[in-house]
């Protein structure tokens, strides 16, 4: 069964720095590429970053570009999102997500229902 697990989550002051790690079983990370979305309440859910399967490529949102850097470890089946410079309006629930299997272009990297696995996310607050 597949399963994805957010950790890294907490409260921070704004400019500081947080890992966000996303622990992936029942597959490898080979077999799908991973996004990384967020979700304020009463929001739809946003993509933040995609790591490729093949780990070669990567894509941010404009919010987050130059901030963020997404990164995986294929030993330990995890993929992490490095968060610096925060700012209080990033303060919501992440999650990450499997993709579907297949070949899907960069411009459907972010869409919501291209993703069928979703871990349970994880809490940050940008705060001081």
């Known amino acids: 069964q597949l399963q994805l697990v957010e950790s890294g989550g907490g409260l921070v002051q704004p400019g500081g720095s947080l890992r966000l790690s996303c622990a992936v079983s029942?597959?490898?990370?080979?077999?799908?590429?991973i996004g990384w979305f967020r979700q304020a309440p009463g929001k739809e859910r946003e993509g933040v970053s995609r790591?490729?399967?093949?780990?070669?490529?990567?894509k941010y949102a404009d919010s987050v570009t130059g901030r963020f850097t997404i990164s995986r470890d294929n030993a330990k089946n995890t993929v992490y999102l490095q968060m610096n410079s925060l700012k209080p309006e990033d303060t919501v629930v992440y999650y990450c997500?499997?993709?579907?299997?297949?070949?899907?272009?960069?411009?459907?990297?972010?869409?919501?229902?291209?993703?069928?696995?979703w871990g349970k996310g994880t809490q940050v607050t940008v705060s001081s």
């Open positions: 029942g597959f490898t990370l080979n077999d799908r590429g």
């Open positions: 790591i490729s399967s093949s780990g070669g490529t990567t």
């Open positions: 997500g499997a993709a579907k299997k297949g070949i899907l272009a960069a411009a459907r990297w972010f869409r919501v229902s291209e993703y069928d696995y």
